[in-house]
């Protein structure tokens, strides 16, 4: 199908968005990358008076190291976090599941802060983001204010941004020498993930002195994995362990069903592919 009409601005800074987000009200939309919004646009899901397309805005694009964190401008190209040597190294995870994100075309057109945004619940940075701790920026009328992960993720597709808000940034701690490992079952190459689970653990002779894990596509939101965590820490990283931890990964869950598999089996899916996480990133 043929997108509704409508009208287009392209502000060149992130004040200038803001205007035109004001302006226009509920009337408006903003585009990223646009690989999850122009199918909702094509289907007349949603049929805005107005887009804002934040690509010309360049002080949202780019990776820096921001003392205890990495920051990822909101624009940033999935294929530029995922090639980063500075997210490679203190943040891990992310570059891991950026992996697994889609096909290479939509890593270069989509954008790191328009996925995290969208908040599907399907989503492949979600959940390594939320394990990670990350910290999102977002201005408005008002400033800048910061949002912690846990606090993100509200709902389906809906985050703690404002109607007259925009993602700028997201800080992720860094997690320097720990191990880190994204594990997605898909039918096919490239889907959405049945279930995926998102591991980063630090490991100190031989023990999980601390794990953070996240769940993906268990809930109308990412999850953490808390009881797991909980049960690893002080654990050996041995099979036997991580496999008993890994029993508590459906605690706390709310799998959906549809054709792609029922909430037992996604409950299933999520112990088994917790396990494999915890050990690759543990090894």
Do not use: C
Request: no cysteine; charged share 20%; glycine share 10%.
């Amino acid at each position: 199908m043929i997108p509704a009409a409508f009208d287009y601005v392209a502000p060149t800074s992130v004040e200038d968005a803001l205007a035109a987000l004001a302006q226009h009200g509920d009337d408006a939309k903003i585009i990223a990358g646009g690989q999850s919004l122009l199918p909702v646009l094509r289907m007349r899901l949603n049929a805005p008076e107005m887009v804002i397309d934040l690509g010309r805005i360049e002080s949202l694009r780019g990776v820096r190291d921001d003392g205890d964190a990495i920051v990822v401008g909101a624009m940033t190209p999935h294929s530029v976090v995922g090639s980063d040597p500075l997210v490679a190294q203190h943040a891990a995870l992310v570059a891991k599941a950026v992996e697994h994100l889609a096909d290479a075309q939509v890593r270069h057109r989509g954008t790191f802060g328009g996925a995290l945004a969208h908040a599907d619940p399907a989503g492949d940075l979600g959940a390594p983001a939320l394990a990670l701790g990350a910290e999102f920026v977002v201005a408005g009328p008002g400033g800048s204010r910061t949002v912690a992960a846990d606090d993100f993720f509200v709902d389906l597709f809906e985050t703690a941004i404002g109607e007259d808000e925009i993602l700028t940034e997201v800080r992720l701690p860094k997690r320097t020498g720990w191990g880190a490992h994204y594990e997605k079952f898909v039918r096919v190459a490239h889907q959405w993930p049945i279930v995926a689970v998102a591991a980063t653990v630090r490991v100190e002779g031989g023990v999980i002195a601390e794990a953070r894990i996240g769940l993906t596509n268990m809930g109308s939101t990412p999850l953490r994995a808390r009881a797991v965590e909980e049960a690893l820490a002080g654990q050996p990283a041995t099979e036997d362990a991580v496999r008993a931890a890994a029993e508590h990964a459906t605690e706390g869950t709310n799998p959906p069903s549809d054709l792609n598999g029922d909430a037992d089996y996604r409950r299933h899916l999520a112990r088994v592919l917790t396990r494999r996480a915890i050990l690759a990133a543990a090894s």
